[in-house]
């Protein structure tokens, strides 16, 4: 069965990184785009952007451009988001989520990983 | 300020229909680009519920159906269950190059 399984919890110093990990399993991974979608604490999601996972081609939505860095190491099925220069406003929990075509130009986020809380606090 | 509009909350009795709007615009919904539905249990990650405005994944009891006209689409939820108690998450596409994936504020369901 298709499983996104994501890295623990981080709590980080402001100014400080993370880089957190979306292992995929039950499927080919190079098939399949990865997005991420970030959820501050009580709020709602926020789209973040997409990396292709055959191209390892990343796109960031606006907010997400410079700190936030998309990657893959297609050797081990696993999707990778790192974010620098870490704020207090970062504070929030980080989904990967498997991108599925379901016509010839649509596509959903199929599966979900557990999210990834990172906590930046001095 | 979210792109798509919902209510904040929602409630209904056990048994009761209730339904979740999702209003967008001429940019998103109404250029007629297709909506998804997400049910975010507490404490869990977001799950697809509906995909292409209308379509259950396999797993999805056929108590809950979307729909889509306009500028805006709908989440009805039948026999409402206890375990419903959820938020729900529209989200669609937008015409913007900042943001093409737009998601909804979420609506919380509460089950009287």
């Known amino acids: 069965q298709v499983q996104l399984v994501q890295s623990g919890s981080e709590l980080k110093k402001p100014g400080a990184s993370v880089k957190v990990s979306c292992k995929a399993s039950g499927y080919t991974f190079t098939s399949y785009a990865m997005n991420w979608v970030r959820q501050a604490p009580g709020q709602g999601l926020e789209w973040m952007g997409w990396?292709?996972?055959?191209?390892?081609?990343?796109t960031y939505a606006q907010g997400f451009t410079g700190r936030f860095v998309f990657s893959l190491d297609t050797s081990v099925s696993t999707a990778y988001l790192q974010i620098s220069s870490l704020k207090a406003e970062d504070t929030a929990v980080y989904y990967c989520?498997?991108?599925?075509?379901?016509?010839?130009?649509?596509?959903?986020?199929?599966?979900w990983g557990q999210g990834t809380l990172v906590t930046v606090s001095s | 300020q979210s792109v798509l509009t919902q209510p904040p909350s929602v409630s209904g009795a056990p048994g009761q229909r209730v339904t979740i709007s999702c209003t967008g615009s001429?940019?998103?919904?109404?250029?007629?680009?297709?909506v998804h539905w997400y049910q975010q249990l507490p404490g869990t990650a977001p799950k697809l519920l509906i995909y292409?405005?209308?379509n259950r994944p396999s797993g999805v009891p056929d108590r809950f159906s979307g729909s889509k006209s306009g500028t805006s689409a709908s989440l009805a939820i039948t026999g409402l269950q206890a375990e419903d108690e959820a938020d729900y998450y529209c989200q669609s596409y937008d015409s913007s190059l900042s943001a093409p994936v737009v998601f909804g504020g979420g609506t919380k369901l509460t089950v009287l």
């Open positions: 989520a498997r991108y599925s075509q379901y016509s010839s130009s649509w596509y959903v986020a199929d599966y």
């Open positions: 001429s940019s998103n919904i109404g250029a007629g680009y297709d």
């Open positions: 990396i292709n996972t055959n191209t390892g081609n990343p």
């Open positions: 292409g405005n209308s």
